[in-house]
């Protein structure tokens, strides 16, 4: 046990489920709990929906939600939410001196726009100056800056108050895992005391999901479990709106705080196979020996996307130990994509904390752990690139 220990103090939640640990934790604990879905807005694809929020509750300038998109407004409320929790929100001292590391994607499209350009286009040929034209008369300035990444962090510091330094990452899962992996390196090396950590991923919106499809990932049909997809129409991905924030610390940073702790955040490790060269097999085991698994039964709460080859090598790979217990929660709240990651380790964190393991969210394709998690694995192998996983630890 060291002072520059990583633990977390605070998590924030948003997720068809709901809102917040608790009302997380209530729901998968449930043995037999059923999905949210909505199958009939973006038929033939599948999505997990978010809840009816009011985002009064932490974005209370009615001027800052209207220029939000609704991930932007998604990921702030989560930050709101991981604020709270750990004790931080309101206080000038801890805000100011709080730094902040983002995942995010590159905003939702003005759809109407993209239409009106491409019914144009079919009667003009001078397609440049047509662009530009839509560019001057149809955009406006704040709805084109919506569409930066790093106005999520923008955002947050606008709204919270959040005010250190401030680092967004692009790319998928692996945004997730960079945001994590780069916070936690931070507060060991000593760099940061306190750290805002998270991103936010908004489904219900035809270009997000067009994203997915172009390349064939989105699973087609009836909705099934995460690892029972292979082989069926589509690409295996059902998607889910949703956010993850977590406040990470030195642990001596938050016993001086007097802060209840969740858990402490242990090795975080990553990598980066070349997949067409066939490697994803070999990094999944190289990662899972650089994560240094404790002996014995492990809870593992698995990322996995339903994507069929990263799914496949990820459950071979869980399955090839006989002490892993895997948990897909991607089959509850669907893959969340910047988010993923964190949600994973939060919902590590949870089960730790309150040393109880969730039920199997697959029973037909999932082990039953019978013991108390004191240790437990989250990953997120990506669905088109990027690996990464963390042991959470008893704190």
């Not at 037999?32 to 932490?58: C, K």
């Not at 969740?262 to 020996?289: C, H, K, N």
């Not at 004191?374 to 990953?379: D, E, H, K, R, S």
Request: aromatic letters at 6%.
């Amino acid at each position: 046990m060291s002072s520059h220990d990583v633990v977390i103090s605070g998590i924030g939640l948003v997720s068809s489920l709901g809102e917040g640990p608790d009302a997380h934790w209530r729901k998968l604990v449930q043995p037999g709990l059923e999905p949210v879905l909505e199958a009939a807005r973006f038929s033939p694809y599948t999505v997990h929906p978010l809840p009816e929020i009011d985002w009064n509750l932490q974005i209370a300038k009615r001027g800052d939600q209207r220029q939000m998109e609704t991930w932007q407004r998604l990921g702030t409320y989560a930050a709101g939410m991981a604020l709270d929790d750990a004790g931080i929100k309101g206080n000038d001292d801890l805000c100011t001196t709080m730094d902040m590391v983002v995942a995010a994607g590159g905003g939702e499209r003005d759809e109407a726009v993209d239409a009106d350009i491409l019914a144009a286009s079919e009667s003009r040929n001078d397609r440049d100056v047509l662009l530009n034209e839509k560019l001057t008369t149809e955009l406006r300035p704040t709805l084109f800056l919506a569409q930066l990444s790093n106005l999520l962090a923008g955002n947050i510091s606008i709204v919270h108050k959040v005010t250190g330094s401030s680092r967004t990452f692009m790319g998928e899962e692996g945004a997730g895992v960079a945001a994590v992996e780069t916070a936690a390196a931070r507060i060991r090396s000593g760099q940061s005391t306190h750290i805002l950590v998270g991103g936010a991923f908004q489904t219900e919106h035809s270009d997000m999901l067009l994203g997915y499809e172009l390349a064939g990932y989105l699973h087609r049909g009836p909705w099934r479990p995460v690892w029972q997809r292979q082989g069926l129409d589509g690409g295996g991905v059902v998607t889910g709106s949703g956010g993850a924030f977590l406040v990470l610390e030195q642990r001596e940073h938050a016993i001086s705080r007097g802060r209840k702790i969740y858990a402490e955040l242990g090795p975080v490790v990553s990598g980066r196979a070349i997949r067409r060269q066939g490697e994803l097999d070999a990094e999944i085991a190289a990662l899972l020996s650089q994560a240094a698994l404790p002996n014995g039964e492990l809870l593992t709460i698995s990322g996995a996307s339903g994507a069929h080859a990263a799914t496949a090598a990820e459950k071979s790979a869980l399955d090839a130990n006989p002490a892993i217990a895997a948990r897909g929660f991607s089959t509850l709240t669907g893959h969340i994509k910047e988010a993923q990651f964190p949600f994973a380790v939060a919902l590590a964190a949870l089960a730790v904390e309150r040393k109880v393991a969730y039920p199997a969210f697959d029973p037909a394709s999932e082990k039953p752990f019978n013991g108390i998690p004191t240790t437990v694995l989250a990953t997120a192998i990506g669905y088109h690139q990027f690996e990464g996983m963390a042991l959470v630890n008893a704190a």
